[in-house]
């Protein structure tokens, strides 16, 4: 069974920095496109960030470009997404995803490998 599993989130205050990880169970990394996601109370999922498999070009939301940093360790099977400079409005629960095809970051929701989640709150 193909699965990731999410770990780091936590409560931070703002300004702070978190490093959420994902590592595969059942599968290695290095021939899958990884995306980060997050969905607030209330709110749609929304991409975060993605990865391709091979190709280092990345994709990053407007609102957290220049302060999340993606990365992927395939020796690890792990995936990475680096926070920095929090702000409450990143509240949310993250999640990874992974997929072998070259799916676009906005289309999430084709991603074919989901882990659980990892909640992130931002709060004094």
């Known amino acids: 069974q193909l699965q990731l599993v999410e770990s780091g989130g936590g409560l931070v205050q703002p300004g702070g920095s978190l490093r959420l990880s994902c590592t595969t169970s059942?599968?290695?990394?290095?021939?899958?496109?990884v995306g980060w996601f997050r969905q607030a109370p209330g709110k749609g999922r929304e991409a975060v960030a993605c990865?391709?498999?091979?190709?280092?070009?990345?994709y990053y939301q407007p609102l957290t470009k220049g302060r999340f940093t993606i990365s992927r360790d395939n020796a690890k099977n792990t995936a990475y997404l680096e926070m920095t400079s929090l702000e409450p409005e990143d509240t949310a629960n993250y999640s990874c995803?992974?997929?072998?095809?070259?799916?676009?970051?906005?289309?999430?929701?084709?991603?074919?490998?989901w882990g659980q989640g990892t909640q992130v709150t931002v709060s004094l």
């Open positions: 995803a992974a997929d072998r095809r070259l799916v676009p970051c906005s289309e999430g929701s084709r991603y074919d490998v």
């Open positions: 059942g599968f290695t990394l290095d021939q899958y496109a």
């Open positions: 990865i391709p498999s091979r190709d280092p070009t990345t």
